[in-house]
């Protein structure tokens, strides 16, 4: 009589899978060593954190043609985090734990480990895990070095959207109702003038009783007007200390601000030569 008969129907078999069964040839991760702390504070900054980022839905600005659906870029997602993380002291390390190939080498997979650290020194409990998946070849058939750096990127965003419960959505309207202090993508008025002259970055004045929507209006503003990146990067350069405050006051107006600068920076970048 073999193994398998002398069980009954219902009854529960303890077995080990194929896949859990280490090669000897293989070395494992070793288990990551958290320090065991106290986690009340990091338990009210994970809440206030997760309630500041459920009142800004994520705009779906990227989109796959080929299936024809929109989806949140990764970049919108850190823009819309990042600051709001640092606002209530968080901060998250991603850590390698397994790699391998799948669909006879077409993809790689890779798991990573979270660990999310408040400045309190207290550590989250429980260790989120999160796989990325990509193509090891790109649509020419060519070795895509790329790979790995996309499992790192596709695990981080699966992890911060569950984790945090990111809200996303296709409504561009929904996106900006929530954030009435934001102003418009700056564009400059035919025939008007820069506040200040251009050409000679240095830190943008504040007006007497001026709210932080009106002064960052003003350094789009000037930005807009420069020709050069490198002039651009300067005036930002220039303002470091006031576009901080302006992070810690404003985490989700300093993430605006921020895009509408990078657009503007690729707007001024040169085009590449043709072939």
């Known amino acids: 009589m073999n193994d398998t008969q002398k069980h009954k129907p219902g009854d529960i078999v303890e077995v080990e ?32 954190a997760s309630a ?14 080929f299936h024809g659906y929109n989806f949140a870029k990764m970049q919108d997602i850190v823009e819309h985090v990042s600051p709001i993380l640092s606002k209530h002291g968080l901060t998250i390390t991603q850590t390698e734990r397994d790699r391998g190939f799948m669909d006879r080498g077409n993809a790689i997979f890779a798991v990573y480990d979270f660990v999310l650290i408040h400045k ?36 981080r965003k699966s992890m911060l959207i569950s984790f945090f419960n990111i809200p996303t959505t296709d409504d561009p309207d929904r996106h900006t109702a929530s954030r009435p202090k934001e102003p418009p993508p700056i564009q400059p008025a ?17 007006i007497q009783g001026e709210k932080w929507e009106a002064w ?20 930002m350069e220039a303002n470091h200390a006031e576009m901080d405050e302006l992070r810690k006051a404003l985490p989700a107006h300093h993430a605006f601000v921020m895009r509408q600068y990078n657009k503007h920076l690729l707007k001024l970048q040169p085009a590449e030569p043709t072939q």
């Open 190 to 206: 035919a025939g008007k003038q820069p506040p200040v002259d251009v050409n000679k970055p240095g830190p943008l004045a504040t």
């Open 120 to 155: 309190s020194g207290q550590v989250w409990p429980v260790i989120p895990r999160a796989t990325g998946v990509a193509n090891t070849r790109t649509s020419k058939g060519t070795f895509d070095d790329k790979g790995l750096a996309k499992c790192h990127t596709a695990a």
């Open 216 to 235: 960052s209006d003003r350094l789009l503003q000037v930005i807009h007007f420069c020709g050069q990146p490198e002039l651009a990067e300067e005036w």
């Open 17 to 48: 899978h194929p896949s859990q069964a280490v090669p000897s040839n293989v070395i494992p991760f070793p288990a990551l060593d958290l320090p065991k702390t106290e986690f009340d504070k990091i338990a009210d900054a994970v809440a206030a």
């Open 52 to 65: 500041e980022i459920a009142e800004n839905p994520v705009l779906k600005e990227g989109k796959n043609s």
